[in-house]
């Protein structure tokens, strides 16, 4: 419980007004539940003559509230009594408590109206702060997590949330209020009767908590378990061609089969334990009444009690009124015990750190940002765990308007020597100057307005055309993008397809070929018009032509920028102002295209190799 009021001060302060109109028509729900309640005793006593007592009129002189109300109740129903019968007066009182009911139900609509707003918009945000959180953390926090749990989190767990936890706040903001005011009801009745009830409550409610215990501990394992399940089928739709290539398709159905059987096991058992809250609860609600109708009875047949067989009826209907609530509130705890399993698993990525953060007092970019910046990196070292070094004491120098090409085997440090640059990650040691300032004294967003990116893999989104060029720059025009498709030998290709650039090009770009999807990534990085350009081997995966138009593109992009390029086809950078090369995290050979070959070394090695 502690949990779930921990979520409710997390997200509900934005409801403040709903809670308060709940709270008060539930308040008003179960006075209104008292008092179509009490018509019932004088509709017994007329039915049986339980009593031939006659009331005259009181004022508020003659007594309290309370007894002046009771008083003159019957004292007007003991006049509808003697001139209209005693027929007429029990239409009356019917007739009374039908328009008790009508209010109580539209009062009870009422809360339950107030309540659905923010139990739905307590959804809505939860689901909205986790999405904004995941934009902004780090690429780090992911490579450590399945893109499967992640999703099952912002769905299955969010939804778990919803019909575990949100659908029991009505119950908890108006069973408790009903219980509070029955009780008072009953001490007011009879003291006595209510004391026995007092004690006998809690020890029902002991033994239902006792069932739940488990209930939240085997839900986390099956929230887990299905984040497992979501990951295989993310993987599966991803990697579905290699899959078919190697015959794969038991050995994965195998694995897929073998994890929903766990799932389904959990499941049961989660299933069959919260089922068990409903049984349950009528068992032990029923002895309770059992119990309180014997202990009721025999002070009353003993002549130990005031209260008469008509008052002793209602009563007891005002204590079966607290069972159902009890009940209720044992099944919500049992829905709550398992939503709460979900917001751990939410909590992961809402209290996870970001430790790319801005600083408090960030370096303004300079005016003239945009046109010539430098890149100076100083004894960098990183390593992504803290022990295994990845890069190590890499010094460079990118001077404005200029080319640097990255080259090296696999493995030897190129992608996250230019991760470092937009800080997707942050060096160990050292330091990566822009301008003249350490990266990690801008703005993170300021830095990374400096630069466009071309990857290997061009990252495209399922949308137009158009939408793809623009993604990342607001207020963008038609000839705005229509220039940088032109510029990326992308325009004739777009222009061919059925609705121009208004085309959607697919999931990731699947309409598309490798050549036209990367030729697209190089629009919207002309479109971005950035200082400082970062190629990440933007030309490995083309065939001859593909690569020939793309290369165009590229050299028009790169005219007049600070460029950092990686490159797996040497012949693409032999004309860069620099190439460095990388073996095991250090840079071990620098020089241009020519002063290399000349030089013999692992830079020679690999061109001859690319020549065979």
Known sequence: MTDFLKLLRRFALTYKLNIALSILFNILTAFLTLFSFAFITPILQMLFNISDT?????????????????????????????????????????????????????????????????????????????????????????????????????????????????????????????IIVCLAMMITISWQLTIFVFVLLPIAGAVMGKVGKRLKRKSLKAQQMWGQVLSTTEETLSGLRIIKAFNAEEKMNRRFTSETGEYFTLSNSIERRQSLAHPMSELLGTIAIAIVLWFGGSLILSGRSSMDGALFIYYMVIFYSIINPAKDLSKASYSIQKGMASLERIDKILNAVNPIQSPAHPVELPADAGRNSHIRMKDVCFSYDGEVPVLTDINLEVKPGKTVALVGQSGSGKSTLVDLIPRFWDVTSGSIEIDGHDVREYRVDELRSLMGNVNQEAILFNDTFFNNITFGVESATMEEVVAAARIANAHD?????????????????????????????????????????????????????????????????????????????????????????????????????????????????LVDMQQV
Not at 78 to 106: N, R
Not at 120 to 146: C, H, Q, S, W
Not at 153 to 175: A, H, T, W, Y
Not at 559 to 588: F, M, P, Q, Y
């Open 54 to 178: 006659r009331y005259d009129y009181m004022s508020l002189d003659d007594g309290s509230i309370k007894d002046v109300a009771i008083n003159n109740f019957y004292y007007y129903t003991g006049q509808i009594v003697e001139h209209y019968g005693p027929s007429m007066a029990l239409g009356a009182l019917a007739l009374i408590l039908v328009v008790m009911t009508l209010l109580k139900t539209g009062v009870a609509y009422l809360s339950e109206y107030f309540t659905i707003t923010m139990r739905n918009g307590i959804v809505r945000d939860i689901r909205n702060t986790m999405y904004a959180k995941i934009l902004t953390l780090p690429i780090g926090f992911f490579t450590n997590e399945r893109k499967g749990d992640v999703i099952a989190r912002i769905s299955g767990d969010v939804n778990q949330i919803e019909s575990s936890v949100m659908s029991s706040i009505n119950m908890l903001f108006k069973n408790p209020i009903m």
């Open 493 to 605: 290709f777009i222009t061919a397809t059925p609705e121009g650039y208004d085309t959607n090009i697919g999931d990731r770009g699947c309409r598309l070929s490798g050549g036209q999807r990367q030729r697209i990534s190089i629009a919207r990085a002309i479109l971005r018009n950035p200082a400082i350009l970062i190629l990440d081997e933007a030309t490995s995966a083309l065939d001859t032509e593909s690569e020939r138009l793309v290369q165009e593109a590229l050299e028009r992009l790169m005219k007049n920028r600070t460029t950092v390029v990686i490159a797996h086809r040497l012949s693409t950078i032999v004309n860069a102002d620099e190439i460095c090369v990388l073996h095991e995290g250090r840079i071990v050979e620098r020089g241009t295209h020519a002063e290399l070959i000349a030089l013999g070394g692992h830079y020679k090695r």
